[in-house]
């Protein structure tokens, strides 16, 4: 049976939901703070609707996603669906709208080139393609050399070549530079997207990828 929450219930739980995130990701350097969330949460708003996805639980889920990153938390792939869960339920938040939140936040994250994908709902369908989005094109060139800043990463070696991780332990444990960062993962995800209305969102992202690697290899080797 559907949750019946009125829309005045539902704006005050978003409200409050949304002021919790951006207080706790403020901080944030890496280039998973609150603008990621607001611009996730505006993209998975965008993609609800087109795919007729429950809205209120993808805006939740997106709000969400990312409030503890195992990739900030040693690891623990857990975390961020516990704290989500947590966060509801002190909101007295229906528990079937919980459970659906909870599982989004937990099955989203990338986790290697070869790593079996988690199965979504279409909620969490929504919420993963809006996150990946926000990981290509330009915004997401941007945040991926925030994240390599944030971690001490070098922006590229010729001498290193990408991997294609076959588990999530050794993407995990990857600490390759930036420039591979493209081809381990970011050049990956338009053909990895869940539904119609991101994947032609994506193919303009996408080439702005590809023409800036061009680009920056251009002037790595002097040519331009």
């Not at 002021?19 to 609800?48: M, P």
């Not at 429950?54 to 990739?71: N, Q, T, Y």
Request: aromatic share 8%.
């Amino acid at each position: 049976m559907p949750i019946d929450l009125s829309p005045e219930k539902k704006i005050e739980l978003v409200s409050l939901t949304q002021t919790y995130v951006r207080e706790t990701l403020q901080s944030d350097s890496s280039g998973h703070d609150w603008w990621h969330i607001h611009r996730v949460r505006n993209l998975a708003l965008r993609l609800a609707q087109a795919e007729e996805a429950d809205v209120f639980v993808s805006e939740l889920g997106a709000l969400l996603h990312d409030i503890a990153d195992w990739k900030f938390h040693h690891g623990d792939t857990e975390i961020g669906a516990q704290r989500a869960a947590q966060w509801l339920r002190s909101l007295d938040v229906p528990e079937e709208i919980t459970l659906q939140v909870s599982a989004i936040v937990s099955s989203i994250s990338f986790k290697g080139a070869g790593v079996k994908p988690e199965p979504l709902s279409l909620e969490g369908a929504v919420v993963q393609d809006a996150d990946r989005l926000d990981a290509i094109g330009a915004v997401g060139i941007a945040r991926t050399f925030a994240y390599g800043g944030h971690f001490n990463r070098t922006m590229h070696d010729p001498s290193i070549n990408p991997t294609e991780h076959q588990t999530f332990e050794q993407y995990k444990n990857n600490e390759g530079t930036t420039i591979n960062h493209f081809y381990e993962k970011l050049l990956l995800l338009k053909a990895r997207l869940n539904t119609a209305s991101a994947k032609q969102i994506a193919q303009h992202r996408h080439d702005y990828m590809e023409n800036f690697l061009t680009e920056f290899f251009a002037e790595w080797q002097g040519e331009r």
